[in-house]
């Protein structure tokens, strides 16, 4: 006999099992998906054991009769495919026809059915591979699928599971992720016969985010809506100081099907590039629609990735238009999460201690040291090019009555004066370094140098994107000692550095000669800025027409050039500061993304002093 056989029909479900089948995960997926195609409006998961030991899916959808349930085992039988054309427009969640097979030969599976109209359902039942008669079973209207003991037969792949509680805890993720997808359709799910997780069926998309992941990001949440190019997006966009290290809760669904897609990763990036640190992922819940033709959910086996026909203008239509409402978003750090992270602190170091804090009826030690204010005259930020101060602007009173709407929400009185508001103080500059200004509903405290570096950044970057960059140049050229190789490199690129508002040339073979800044900069740094280019371009390779190579040379300029702690400014300058800041897209951080200022409500202040 030759050595290559055809493989039995049973471990070729094993096999394909070890592609669909994960985990207990996997089966819930599959299952619970199965159930929407159905037209299911309530689905109940119920879990023992992680789901390990038993997963069972029942759904109110339009059941299968005994001729479905007999091919319900066989591999490759769907109702949702018939032809090969059928695969360029899937509208369904499901469509392979593999999933069922592969828990039949990996489990022990029953399926019980019945459809509306009928007096009584149909089972059908696998194991191992093994697929019995179909016959009569009593049973509500829909299907009802257990899958018990999974993996019981491939004992290799049931010892690289999990704990009970971390398969639940995925078990419970894709049920939740599948609920955000899907409206109008309620979930229970039950572990260890105690409810875990529910949304009834007339819960919104924004009322199920609150449900599972809680009030405190719900409340934080700014919508998006936009539609072009026949592609419908909606969703949630979370402030930046709502970020993680990982992408769990930057979730997509298109067309009701949820996804794990490195091009939607990188919409997210890119809308909230420069308003969060590189290394952190953004919060976020969103929709699309589009016509199934034109992205093909066939290219993964657990169909967790897509591939969109037209990617490119797509991609730039969503990140437009999510970026739109990250600049929405409250960007300030809540003085609130200071105060916490303050009491947690000394609760530390009080039990390590061996005290105890006081209570809020006793008398606390203030701090050690009195707290700088400054108040002392400048001229730098408030005159206009001519050397002449700004025209007045009227004040706008500062001390608006208190709120009592509920924490989130946004008074009446309050939305007016933002609205109004001609930043007029006053103002008190603590330690030459951080402003603080009265709001209508508390406080805030802003970093000068972080507001005026994201001022002057953007001032720069719309210069060179309008073609109008300002150079100043220097009466006597500064110079600059570098390397050959570095001499050589900004040789090769003066044109584009001209582009940006710096003039250099070489002046020597180890000695650059700096001719010009841009306008722009405040307290040009001439030799600073050369040694930020060049690190710039060795590390990157790139030059420095690229986009990206711009933008960090402008971060850098602008770091360099901007009031630095220490700097002492007076009320005209903090306004100043403030009305040109708030003319910008966004003034919530600055360029390295971190944030200008913090917020304290008067709610803030109360829980501080113990007055709730």
């Given at each position: 006999?030759?050595?290559?056989?055809?493989?039995?029909?049973?471990?070729?479900?094993?096999?394909?099992?070890?592609?669909?089948?994960?985990?207990?995960?996997?089966?819930?997926?599959?299952?619970?998906?199965?159930?929407?195609?159905?037209?299911?409006?309530?689905?109940?998961?119920?879990?023992?054991?992680?789901g390990?030991?038993?997963?069972?899916?029942?759904?109110?959808?339009?059941?299968m009769?005994?001729?479905?349930?007999?091919?319900?085992?066989?591999?490759?039988?769907?109702?949702?495919?018939?032809?090969?054309?059928?695969?360029?427009?899937?509208?369904?969640?499901?469509f392979?026809?593999?999933?069922?097979?592969?828990?039949?030969?990996?489990?022990?599976c029953?399926?019980?059915?019945?459809q509306?109209?009928?007096?009584?359902?149909?089972?059908?039942?696998?194991?191992?591979?093994?697929?019995?008669?179909?016959?009569?079973?009593?049973?509500?209207?829909?299907?009802?699928?257990?899958?018990?003991?999974?993996?019981?037969?491939?004992?290799?792949?049931r010892?690289?599971?999990?704990?009970?509680?971390?398969?639940?805890?995925?078990?419970?993720?894709?049920?939740?992720?599948?609920?955000?997808?899907?409206?109008n359709?309620?979930?229970?799910?039950?572990?260890?016969?105690?409810?875990?997780f529910?949304?009834?069926?007339?819960?919104?998309?924004?009322?199920?985010?609150?449900?599972?992941?809680?009030?405190?990001?719900?409340?934080?949440?700014?919508?998006?809506?936009?539609?072009?190019?026949?592609?419908?997006?909606?969703?949630?966009?979370?402030?930046?100081?709502?970020s993680?290290?990982?992408?769990a809760?930057?979730?997509?669904?298109?067309?009701?099907?949820?996804?794990?897609?490195?091009?939607?990763?990188?919409?997210?990036?890119?809308?909230?590039?420069?308003?969060?640190?590189?290394?952190?992922?953004?919060?976020?819940?969103?929709?699309?629609?589009?016509?199934?033709?034109?992205?093909?959910?066939?290219?993964?086996?657990?169909?967790?990735?897509?591939?969109?026909?037209?990617?490119?203008?797509?991609?730039g239509?969503?990140?437009?238009?999510?970026?739109a409402?990250?600049?929405?978003?409250?960007?300030?750090?809540?003085g609130?999460?200071?105060?916490?992270?303050?009491?947690?602190?000394?609760?530390?170091?009080?039990?390590?201690?061996?005290?105890?804090?006081?209570?809020?009826?006793?008398?606390?030690?203030?701090?050690?040291?009195?707290?700088?204010?400054?108040?002392?005259p400048?001229?730098?930020?408030?005159?206009?090019?001519?050397?002449?101060?700004?025209?007045?602007?009227?004040?706008?009173?500062?001390?608006?009555?208190?709120?009592?709407?509920?924490?989130?929400?946004?008074?009446?009185?309050?939305?007016?004066?933002?609205?109004?508001?001609?930043?007029?103080?006053?103002?008190?500059?603590?330690?030459?370094?951080?402003?603080?200004?009265?709001?209508?509903?508390?406080?805030?405290?802003?970093?000068?140098?972080?507001?005026?570096?994201?001022?002057?950044y953007?001032e720069m970057?719309?210069?060179?994107?309008?073609?109008?960059?300002?150079?100043?140049?220097?009466?006597?050229?500064?110079m600059?000692?570098?390397?050959?190789?570095?001499?050589?490199?900004l040789?090769?690129?003066?044109?584009?550095?001209?582009?940006?508002?710096?003039?250099?040339?070489?002046?020597?073979?180890?000695?650059?000669?700096?001719?010009?800044?841009?306008?722009?900069?405040?307290?040009?740094d001439?030799?600073?800025?050369?040694?930020?280019?060049?690190?710039?371009?060795?590390?990157?390779?790139?030059?420095?027409?690229?986009?990206?190579?711009?933008?960090?040379?402008?971060h850098?300029?602008?770091?360099?050039?901007s009031?630095?702690?220490?700097d002492?400014?007076s009320?005209?300058?903090?306004?100043?500061?403030?009305?040109?800041?708030?003319?910008?897209?966004?003034?919530?951080?600055?360029?390295?993304?971190?944030?200008?200022?913090?917020?304290?409500?008067?709610?803030?202040?109360?829980?501080?002093?113990?007055?709730?």
């Amino acid at each position: 006999m030759g050595r290559i056989q055809v493989l039995p029909e049973v471990v070729r479900n094993q096999i394909a099992a070890g592609e669909v089948i994960e985990r207990p995960a996997s089966v819930v997926k599959e299952l619970v998906e199965n159930s929407i195609d159905a037209g299911a409006t309530r689905i109940r998961i119920d879990l023992e054991e992680g789901g390990v030991g038993l997963v069972r899916v029942t759904d109110d959808g339009c059941g299968m009769d005994p001729a479905d349930l007999a091919l319900a085992f066989e591999g490759h039988a769907t109702s949702k495919l018939s032809e090969s054309s059928d695969l360029e427009h899937i509208a369904s969640l499901g469509f392979r026809g593999e999933a069922l097979a592969s828990m039949g030969s990996i489990a022990r599976c029953r399926i019980l059915s019945r459809q509306p109209g009928e007096e009584g359902g149909f089972q059908v039942r696998a194991e191992g591979g093994q697929v019995t008669e179909v016959e009569p079973a009593p049973g509500p209207i829909g299907t009802t699928i257990e899958i018990r003991d999974l993996f019981y037969n491939t004992p290799a792949r049931r010892q690289f599971l999990k704990t009970t509680s971390t398969e639940h805890s995925r078990c419970l993720d894709v049920i939740q992720r599948i609920a955000l997808a899907h409206d109008n359709i309620g979930f229970v799910t039950t572990h260890g016969q105690k409810r875990s997780f529910d949304v009834e069926p007339h819960m919104d998309f924004h009322g199920r985010i609150r449900r599972t992941f809680g009030s405190e990001l719900a409340e934080a949440l700014v919508p998006v809506r936009a539609e072009a190019m026949g592609i419908e997006l909606e969703g949630f966009v979370a402030p930046p100081r709502f970020s993680r290290r990982d992408t769990a809760r930057q979730m997509w669904f298109l067309n009701g099907r949820m996804l794990r897609d490195k091009l939607l990763i990188r919409v997210l990036k890119d809308a909230y590039h420069g308003f969060l640190d590189p290394g952190r992922q953004p919060v976020a819940f969103l929709r699309l629609r589009m016509d199934p033709a034109r992205v093909d959910v066939n290219v993964h086996p657990a169909k967790a990735e897509v591939r969109f026909r037209d990617s490119r203008p797509m991609f730039g239509f969503l990140v437009k238009a999510l970026r739109a409402a990250v600049v929405e978003t409250d960007m300030a750090t809540p003085g609130e999460s200071l105060l916490q992270t303050k009491w947690r602190r000394e609760q530390r170091e009080a039990e390590a201690a061996g005290t105890y804090l006081p209570l809020p009826s006793q008398a606390s030690q203030g701090a050690a040291g009195p707290v700088i204010v400054r108040d002392v005259p400048g001229r730098f930020l408030h005159e206009d090019a001519t050397g002449q101060p700004d025209t007045p602007v009227q004040a706008w009173p500062s001390h608006a009555p208190a709120s009592s709407a509920p924490k989130g929400a946004v008074p009446d009185h309050a939305q007016d004066w933002a609205e109004q508001d001609r930043f007029a103080g006053p103002f008190l500059q603590v330690a030459r370094t951080y402003l603080l200004r009265s709001l209508p509903d508390g406080f805030e405290i802003i970093d000068q140098h972080a507001l005026h570096e994201r001022l002057t950044y953007e001032e720069m970057r719309r210069d060179v994107r309008d073609n109008a960059v300002v150079i100043q140049r220097l009466l006597i050229p500064e110079m600059v000692e570098a390397t050959r190789a570095d001499v050589k490199r900004l040789a090769e690129c003066t044109d584009e550095l001209e582009r940006i508002g710096i003039l250099v040339e070489p002046f020597g073979e180890t000695t650059l000669a700096v001719h010009g800044l841009p306008s722009r900069l405040r307290n040009p740094d001439a030799e600073g800025v050369v040694r930020d280019l060049i690190e710039i371009l060795c590390r990157d390779g790139k030059l420095p027409g690229a986009d990206d190579v711009i933008e960090e040379v402008l971060h850098s300029a602008a770091c360099r050039s901007s009031i630095m702690a220490g700097d002492e400014l007076s009320d005209s300058d903090i306004q100043t500061l403030l009305q040109r800041s708030a003319e910008l897209e966004s003034d919530q951080t600055c360029p390295h993304s971190r944030p200008t200022r913090v917020r304290f409500s008067l709610a803030d202040l109360e829980k501080a002093f113990h007055r709730r």
